[in-house]
């Protein structure tokens, strides 16, 4: 009887676990092509490219502001005093000094504002992802756009259509 048990005992684990590893779904998805796909996407490059360019302006009309002073600096060298030198270069210097520092605090800017931008629009594709992979019974969705070693099989389910579908794209 132990013996029977036993047996049944085994069959019923080998066929429990045959059942759960076809059950599994794995998919795989192109992250960046979604996300590049998506109007929002679009959107925030060009309200990134925007402030891009008001902030280049800025800079460029800083340079030539310095640009102009150098030269009149330059020129005038021989005619000014010693003390008035100084104090030209040393206002050519912090001007200098206020372009450089300008221009890293502009590109902080930038990348704040770029991750303020596009977080929203990657965690509603993120959440299009999870709702298709809950709706369609996937385990896991491996990214394909990050460069990574998976090899998938001819049988491996790109969700990347369902996902677009999701989000109305």
Not at 35 to 51: D, F, R, V, Y
Not at 91 to 102: F, N
């Amino acid at each position: 009887m132990k013996t029977i048990t036993k047996i049944t005992l085994a069959v019923l684990l080998v066929c429990g676990v045959s059942f759960n590893s076809q059950a599994q779904k794995f998919g795989h998805i192109n992250f960046e092509e979604l996300i590049a796909a998506m109007p929002e996407k679009a959107e925030a490059q060009k309200t990134l490219e925007k402030e891009y360019n008001e902030m280049k302006d800025i800079i460029e009309s800083m340079s030539v502001e310095f640009n102009k002073k150098y030269l009149a600096a330059q020129q005038s060298k021989d005619t000014l005093s010693k003390a008035s030198l100084s104090l030209l270069e040393q206002e050519l210097q912090d001007m200098q000094t206020r372009i450089m520092q300008y221009q890293q605090n502009a590109e902080a800017q930038l990348n704040q504002r770029q991750t303020e931008l596009l977080e929203p629009i990657m965690t509603k594709a993120e959440n299009a992802i999870k709702t298709v992979a809950n709706r369609e019974g996937f385990l896991y969705i491996f990214d394909t756009s990050t460069g990574s070693s998976i090899i998938a099989s001819d049988k491996a389910t790109d969700i990347t259509p369902l996902v677009k579908k999701e989000l109305g794209l």
